[in-house]
């Protein structure tokens, strides 16, 4: 597997893209954002937990279940949450527009939003950008699509990987965006990763389910859901690699490849966390099964005063014994052993669950950089 620099969506075969300004942002910036497949695409999709769903994430929950998918389209500045009948007849208008311009079924577009909470969409200016989208659509559109997607983040979130496959190589790339409202149950965040790959869908969607657990819902920023998280993954099958139908050889590597590009999302979306200082990987070691280090990783990363001692370079390692402590997984606390990790520094601070004594300048000093 090869880690590819400078990547768009667009250096995936087959895939297109544009992103525009239409004026749904009053700051004039790049605000709606359309990705294409020239050719029949499979899709596999995760949604929001939040008993409060987005007008497109009730449209995407039937799409997603057409055989073929073709096109997303998003706009940013405006979320489409909480607007009644009005919001989901208007999301659906969205994915009709893109589908009479392309010459598609309207279930073969998934569509988003992401933005303000409770504010109607302003579809004088959503429907002439979807035309605009449609006749930018571009080889090289990706980039401006990334930059499209954003709100509060401060930088465009990219990121993709080439793995051979049946002799073949796969690309896989993908795009994010997400700062605030971070604490996925699939947060505000949006993820959409393309893929070359030839896979049948049922697979995917088997692969991408268990890589959305491990990736988008292991980060946290501030602990709220939101009602318009979605990360998604379209396979068009242009590598030309034999079609994984069965949980083989290929299956497995692709699905490495496409964890590895998600977890790097993923981690982008946290580092560039609203107010973020540092950037906190938990790493659980010795765990009795994958979910009680699921449960115990989570805990720590989520815990309020873990956050807190890590922001003011305190090495108060009771709290992170503690947020383990109420996380529901298993663990003997006379077996615990905690070490802090920064670039080229590394302290243990509690050996078989009891503190130790240990250099408290130097844990300063490790806790002050900038992971």
């Given at each position: 597997m090869r880690i590819l620099d400078d990547v768009s969506v667009t250096d995936v075969n087959g895939f297109k893209a544009a992103g525009i300004a239409a004026g749904v942002k009053k700051s004039g910036k790049k605000d709606m954002m359309l990705l294409y497949s020239e050719v029949e695409a499979v899709s596999a999709a995760a949604f929001t937990t939040n008993r409060v769903k987005a007008a497109p994430i009730l449209v995407n929950m039937e799409n997603i279940n057409n055989a073929v998918t073709r096109a997303i389209v998003v706009c940013s500045g405006n979320a489409n949450a909480c607007t009644g009948e009005q919001g989901l007849a208007d999301a659906k208008a969205m994915t009709e527009r893109v589908a009479e311009k392309l010459g598609l079924d309207s279930k073969e577009v998934l569509v988003q939003s992401t933005g303000v909470i409770g504010v109607n969409l302003p579809m004088d200016k959503i429907i002439p950008g979807i035309d605009n989208l449609v006749e930018n659509l571009t080889d090289d559109g990706g980039v401006d699509a990334a930059v499209a997607i954003m709100t509060t983040d401060l930088i465009k979130k990219e990121f993709g990987v080439e793995v051979e496959i049946g002799g073949k190589p796969v690309k896989i790339i993908g795009m994010a965006k997400g700062s605030g409202m971070i604490h996925p149950n699939m947060a505000t965040m949006l993820s959409f990763v393309v893929t070359d790959a030839n896979i049948e869908k049922e697979l995917l969607q088997k692969a991408f389910k268990e890589i959305v657990n491990d990736s988008y819902n292991m980060i946290s920023v501030d602990g709220d859901t939101s009602t318009n998280d979605m990360a998604c993954v379209i396979a068009n099958g242009l590598a030309g690699n034999k079609k994984i139908s069965e949980e083989n050889e290929d299956y497995n590597k692709f699905?490495?490849?496409?964890?590895?590009?998600?977890?790097?999302?993923?981690?982008?979306?946290?580092?560039?966390?609203?107010g973020a200082t540092k950037f906190l990987e938990v790493e659980v070691l010795g765990a009795k099964s994958k979910e009680d280090a699921r449960l115990i990783s989570k805990s720590v990363i989520t815990s309020n005063l873990t956050k807190c001692a890590f922001f003011g370079a305190d090495a108060n390692w009771g709290r992170i014994l503690c947020a383990m402590g109420y996380s529901g997984g298993f663990f003997e606390v006379d077996k615990v052993k905690i070490e802090l990790q920064a670039k080229g520094m590394n302290l243990v601070v509690a050996e078989a669950g009891r503190g130790i004594g240990f250099d408290e300048e130097y844990a300063k000093q490790l806790l002050l950089h900038k992971f």
């Open positions: 699905k490495m490849a496409l964890q590895e590009v998600n977890e790097a999302l993923a981690k982008k979306i946290a580092e560039d966390g609203e």
